[in-house]
């Protein structure tokens, strides 16, 4: 299965692999941000395993793990890069001594440095996708950071960009620039964002969903009483916009609507993931998933989805009715 990263024409895997948790642990604080340990040479065998199952979109952050994300990955794939689609994120300035984030910076200078600290640690001397990093960031403001993106596109840096956002105004400010190719928004059969999806087809920008396996609650592997680590962004003292897990456990009413739809997500031998993942496809042409992982097991499982494809019309339709969202 392919699928092409918006306008810039550039042709992906319809799956992605995010690559936030083989970052391994960062903090804001107190406040833990990555996922819990990771043994360094398991995410490279699992980023190689993507590789042989034809994943070739990898997408990191800066930020995740401190700079640790976007090294690992730079091993993994070193030799291959002409093989690979490496998106990566910048906003947040971190030390990676402490891997403790310490604030932002998205000045013209401060992206630049940004870029030039991405292409060193990932060893390249480009970036496929450039993302600006920041949700909530004011769309009024957000023309400056657009046109620096322009900028190390004519420079060679990067060969598009996008935002990572949740909201049609902001995404309209980015997409008013040429080399714009993508909004990557947090999107799962359980949490739709139907006015972003819409938008993204409107002006052919690739939709790279971000949480497709609502952070591990459409993977079976959680049940009600299950207790995240707590160096785990998901854990007890998770962010406050951690809302698929409260107090460190899976929040009750996001699995009582993964169970009622079940039956459809494991239809012909799927696996729940690998059906959540096949709603994601159906849900749009534009549509990217990034599903995270931390093991060579994880990518098997999957890049075993588009084995399968999409769910069927008549599958997307019940699901919509027994949600309640049709």
Not at 303 to 322: C, K, N, Y
Request: proline share 5%; with cysteine.
């Amino acid at each position: 299965m392919k699928r092409t990263l918006g306008r810039s024409g550039i042709e992906v895997s319809a799956l992605g692999m995010g690559c936030w948790a083989i970052g391994g642990p960062f903090w804001d604080g107190e406040t833990p941000l990555g996922w819990g340990q990771v043994d360094d040479e398991e995410s490279i065998r699992a980023v190689h395993a993507a590789l042989e199952r034809g994943v070739n979109f990898f997408d990191t952050a800066n930020v995740y793990g401190a700079g640790h994300s976007e090294r690992v990955l730079a091993r993994a794939v070193s030799g291959r890069r002409s093989q690979v689609v490496i998106a990566t994120k910048f906003n947040a300035v971190f030390d990676e001594g402490t891997r403790q984030v310490m604030g932002a910076d998205i000045s013209p200078q401060g992206i630049r440095t940004a870029c030039e600290d991405s292409l060193r640690r990932l060893d390249t001397d480009y970036i496929d996708l450039y993302q600006f990093h920041d949700n909530g960031f004011p769309a009024e403001n957000a023309a400056p950071v657009r046109e620096t993106l322009e900028n190390l596109v004519q420079a060679g840096k990067i060969r598009a960009y996008g935002w990572s956002t949740d909201f049609v105004d902001r995404a309209g400010v980015f997409a008013q620039g040429p080399k714009c190719t993508s909004i990557q928004l947090q999107l799962n059969v359980l949490d739709d964002n139907p006015a972003m999806i819409a938008f993204c087809e409107q002006h052919n920008l690739a939709a790279i969903n971000r949480g497709p396996l609502a952070m591990g609650l459409l993977t079976g592997k959680y049940t009600p009483t299950t207790q995240v680590s707590a160096d785990d962004v998901r854990g007890q003292k998770s962010p406050q916009w951690m809302k698929y897990f409260k107090n460190g456990q899976p929040n009750p009413d996001w699995l009582a609507m993964r169970d009622a739809i079940l039956e459809i997500l494991t239809s012909r031998g799927r696996t729940v993931a690998q059906g959540a993942l096949a709603w994601n496809w159906a849900r749009s042409p534009q549509t990217i998933p990034i599903p995270g992982f931390r093991t060579v097991k994880q990518v098997e499982e999957n890049a075993g989805a588009m084995e399968f494809g999409p769910l069927t019309p008549e599958q997307m339709s019940r699901i919509e009715a027994i949600l309640k969202r049709a």
